[in-house]
């Protein structure tokens, strides 16, 4: 059995910075064969990309509306995909999840295959 398990959510000022972390484990699991995505959602809105990563870390695109401001990174030895969230804005208050597929890092959460619970990231004005 896959889990994906987010932390590093919280409460935070504008402009302030979080480091979320998504542990995967699973012994049918090989984590470093997965692309691996962060996705975000208010409440009544449509799941929305942040960040992807390839296997290997080569590849990472980003959401328009946090490049320059969101890092993803991976470590294929902890099995954790990381995101690093600097000059935080209040409309980036969401639940954030990561989610894992084999092929592909795409924009769209159709084709991902695992999904964690979600962390809460709040960002105060």
């Known amino acids: 059995q896959v889990q994906l398990v987010e932390s590093g959510g919280g409460l935070v000022q504008t402009g302030g910075s979080l480091r979320l972390s998504c542990a995967a484990s699973g012994s049918t699991f090989t984590f470093s064969t997965y692309v691996m995505g962060w996705f975000r959602q208010v409440p009544g809105k449509e799941r929305e990309f942040v960040a992807g990563?390839?296997?290997?870390?080569?590849?990472?695109i980003y959401a328009d509306s946090v490049k320059g401001r969101f890092t993803i990174s991976r470590d294929n030895v902890k099995k954790t995909v990381y995101l690093q969230m600097n000059s935080l804005k209040p409309e980036d208050t969401a639940i954030y999840s990561c989610?894992?597929?084999?092929?592909?890092?795409?924009?769209?959460?159709?084709?991902?295959?695992?999904w964690g619970q979600g962390t809460q990231v709040t960002v105060s004005s």
């Open positions: 990563i390839g296997w290997s870390g080569g590849t990472k």
């Open positions: 989610a894992a597929r084999r092929v592909g890092v795409t924009t769209t959460p159709v084709g991902y295959e695992y």
